[in-house]
């Protein structure tokens, strides 16, 4: 009777988890279809799913907030070599006469067997570990509470049991469960029987409820890393938005969670809850209102939550069209009943707060600067800032809440396509007595010079702009500024969610940029880089867009430039979030600052490169106030922390925010603020005036 009782209790448990999976599906087909491929280049996926799902390189890793956690490699890699074991018990259950040792030769059993039986122990080891991290040692995010102490309480008895088990069997050889054996020697073979059976049956036991409470649990991401990880964005347009209809009002960005696409929800069960995301956040690091892991949470249990209903309703419409269809029920009536039923949930569902706004808090989402340190360090490749900048696209074009700060910069680039609100006729003042060639004067240039609204009308940042003007020249580079044709590109529009407002401003640029006959664009700004480079092909515009760091390596490089010495003395230098992350060049600007100073070189930060830490003004922040401790503030204690003389930057917004950090800690008079542009051009001799206005 064993083996059939076995398989009513395997047949059971699989069931109950089928229909957890299928409720699971269920949920994300409800999502929106996905704008790009996901399934598209398979050597490439199934590579990823090598390296990051079963090599974990990812969770490997070790970054500046030290949220290493490589104690999970040894449970990660140790659950797949006991799977084997496991579906071995399972297949014996069944069948009695199945077994692995019988089944292979002996070379290949005993390394298995002794592999299998020493992972055990490593995990039950690693579970006292995880069980002294969580109560004593406590890292940020990673409480002890129920849900974890169920998880680890059953993986260690799964280990226990595994080795009873094995242990009053004779332990066949491997060495733990053959000194499990040694102990329990003394056990009389009838009471040793029960003991057996007990020890099998609470391992299965203890197995299949763990299987059947995973999706209920944060290991939920057992089920949803690997699919996660096999579609995850491989283009190089890390900030995946897609293109609104603005016709269709359904479009309006995310108001509701079926609203996002299926590869958004599934993020939601593939969340790994190892904090990191969070924990690298600079708007929770300062002590706003976001947690990306939360606000991931919170979309998974609105999505389960009102999945749920809309299933339970479905089923109930479809027992009352079996009734009769619409018409109205006679009171007391089965039909009358389920329409009451029906009604129930329709109030349910419209009294339920909203995802957007509600569930998900409206400062929650505009606390985000979309740096993409989130983004960066999940281990299984969660997209958290498009789904904030789409819940912002519903605040702004559904529900009409607009921060003051933000409505007034909407205003500005409206009324003079510029988010200062400065004339737009005062846009070309800033290259007078310049020369400055112009797209009329200079019709065909090689390039076009993106100056930029902070280029153009901030003070601050007029004088790098100057300065590139005067590296441009020094190189003999052919180029042309567009003038009082150009425009804001629509960065903070389309970041802080007025999707039309940036839809007006892209149209207009692309028309302009087309018109003139652009190929090559050089901006200084590496907001207008990521726009012009990754959101402008959806509406026409495709162009080569390089940043200006990456231009002047290329002339150094080619022995256009020849820097001299700089008198900067000790640099340090910023890494931008839009430039860094979001479009990955790193090493341009470090270039540029060891030519000119080969002897000095650069002193890092300790959060630098792809870990750099944000400056605070991405995302809109630009332009709005911020309560309590500062993103920029929080940057400029570490820069000052090297002792350096002078901050290098390769961003207007992070000069601006630098800038005003350093004047917030008094320290203005001893370290400047600096565009690499500016560093490299006290590099290079005077340029006669010719040069700069010679037609190329």
């Not at 004047?663 to 290079?684: C, G």
Request: hydrophobic share 40%.
């Amino acid at each position: 009777m064993k083996p059939i009782i076995f398989a009513v209790v395997l047949a059971v448990a699989f069931g109950f988890f089928g229909r957890t999976l299928h409720t699971m599906v269920r949920a994300l087909n409800r999502g929106v279809p996905e704008p790009r491929p996901r399934t598209d280049r398979l050597g490439a996926r199934l590579l990823s799913v090598l390296i990051y799902f079963f090599g974990q390189k990812k969770v490997a890793e070790e970054g500046p907030q030290h949220m290493t956690s490589k104690h999970h490699l040894l449970i990660f890699w140790g659950f797949l070599l006991i799977t084997v074991g496991t579906v071995e018990l399972l297949i014996n259950g069944v069948v009695p006469a199945f077994s692995l040792h019988a089944l292979l030769p002996g070379i290949l059993y005993k390394p298995l067997a002794w592999t299998i039986d020493l992972f055990n122990f490593v995990v039950l080891l690693v579970m006292g570990w995880a069980f002294f991290r969580r109560i004593v040692v406590r890292p940020r995010l990673i409480p002890m509470n129920l849900d974890a102490g169920i998880i680890l309480g059953a993986i260690a008895c799964l280990m226990i049991t595994h080795f009873l088990y094995h242990g009053l069997l004779g332990g066949d050889g491997t060495p733990v469960a053959t000194a499990v054996a040694g102990i329990l020697s003394g056990i009389d073979p009838a009471t040793r029987d029960v003991a057996t059976e007990f020890a099998f049956w609470l391992h299965v036991v203890i197995l299949l409820s763990f299987l059947n409470y995973l999706p209920f649990s944060k290991h939920i991401h057992l089920l949803g890393a690997l699919p996660n990880i096999f579609s995850r964005n491989l283009s190089a347009r890390k900030l995946d938005l897609p293109k609104l209809d603005l016709e269709d009002e359904n479009q309006w960005g995310v108001g509701r969670f079926d609203q996002l696409s299926w590869k958004s929800l599934l993020d939601t069960y593939a969340c790994t809850e190892c904090a990191r995301c969070t924990n690298y956040c600079p708007a929770y690091t300062t002590g706003k209102n976001l947690s990306p892991m939360q606000l991931i949470h919170d979309i998974r249990y609105e999505m389960l939550d009102r999945d749920g209903l809309l299933a339970e309703r479905a089923e109930l419409s479809s027992q009352r069209d079996g009734l009769g269809g619409d018409g109205e029920a006679e009171p007391g009536s089965d039909a009358a009943y389920l329409d009451q039923r029906i009604a129930a949930l329709d109030s349910r569902l419209e009294n339920m707060p909203p995802m957007t706004g509600g569930r998900v808090a409206e400062d929650t989402l505009w606390a985000c600067t979309t740096c993409g340190a989130c983004q960066e360090v999940c281990p299984v490749f969660i997209e958290h800032p498009a789904k904030i900048i789409q819940m912002r696209q519903n605040l702004v074009l559904e529900q009409e809440k607009v921060p003051a700060d933000l409505g007034r910069t909407f205003r500005n680039i409206e009324r003079q396509q510029n988010p200062w609100g400065i004339a737009a006729d005062r846009r070309m003042e800033w290259a007078e007595d310049l020369g400055v060639p112009t797209i009329e004067d200079n019709p065909d240039p090689e390039y076009i010079l993106w100056v930029g609204c902070a280029g153009a009308f901030d003070a601050r940042i007029v004088k790098q702009t100057k300065a590139m003007v005067k590296l441009l020249g020094a190189a003999e580079v052919d180029y042309a500024v567009l003038g009082h044709s150009e425009s804001c590109t629509g960065d903070p529009a389309r970041r802080a969610g007025n999707e039309m407002l940036f839809q007006m401003q892209a149209e207009a640029n692309i028309e302009t940029l087309n018109e003139v006959g652009a190929k090559k664009v050089i901006t200084s700004c590496p907001h207008c880089l990521h726009t012009l480079r990754h959101d402008y092909p959806q509406f026409g515009g495709n162009y080569e867009v390089i940043h200006h760091t990456q231009l002047l390596a290329h002339l150094i490089d080619t022995g256009k430039l020849a820097p001299e010495g700089g008198a900067a003395g000790k640099v340090t230098y910023h890494d931008s979030c839009y430039l860094g992350r979001w479009n990955g060049e790193y090493d341009a600007p470090r270039k540029i600052l060891d030519t000119v100073d080969p002897d000095g070189g650069i002193v890092e930060m300790k959060r630098n490169r792809r870990h750099g830490f944000c400056c605070g003004a991405g995302g809109g922040r630009m332009f709005m106030e911020e309560d309590g401790p500062r993103v920029n503030e929080n940057r400029t204690d570490e820069a000052l922390a090297t002792g350096a003389d002078a901050i290098a930057v390769a961003c207007p917004f992070c000069n601006i925010m630098m800038t005003d950090g350093v004047k917030s800690r008094d320290r203005d008079e001893q370290v400047k603020v600096l565009d690499v542009a500016e560093i490299l051009a006290a590099s290079i001799p005077d340029v006669p005036a010719s040069a700069l206005t010679r037609k190329r």
